[in-house]
């Protein structure tokens, strides 16, 4: 009988082994759901729109292409009055006068069409060139604010909602004005 015995040893063995792995598990889990998650919204293009940094590249590229767009004015406004000399003076003008104020426009017209593109496409380039550099500062800014203010999630525009009460946009574009403070301030 006691052969007997000793053959079921193992398989009770094994079912109590399972089940103190049940209960050890069952300890092991959070007694509670996890903390709900700490979500911000950005809103990326008010943040670069207002930034200092932003603002300082605007006006640097302003000052960078006033004399190409001042220039500019000065040949629209030359072609204004090459227009108007037309009108007024189209009656009295000679064929071949009439021929080569139209040509003159006409020039005038391409140069001004040409100019305008050259100077939106080279300040698109500027502005991309601009913001690209203050990127990183953007990135690790936002990266920094998270960690300090304990978020586990920043999401950036375009949503399709975020409701104001976790717009932090306000909030890093301040630490942006403080770090660009302090750095004017070293040089």
Known sequence: MRQRANRFLPAHALLAALAIGAVAAQAQAPASPPAAARIG?????RLIDNMPQTVAAREKLEREFAQRDAALRAD?????????RQNR???????????????EIDALE???RRSRDNLRNELKTRT???????????ENTIVEFARSESYDLIVSSPVVYANPRIDVTDRVLERL?????TREAGR
């Open 177 to 181: 004005r403080r770090q660009y403070q």
């Open 89 to 103: 003076d189209a009656p009295i003008l000679t064929l071949d006068a009439a021929d080569a104020l139209q040509r």
């Open 41 to 45: 919204y950005l809103d990326t293009k």
């Open 76 to 84: 629209e406004t030359r072609l204004e009055e090459l227009r108007s």
């Open 110 to 112: 391409r140069l001004i």
């Open 128 to 138: 991309d060139q601009e913001t690209d550099r203050n990127w990183r500062e953007i």
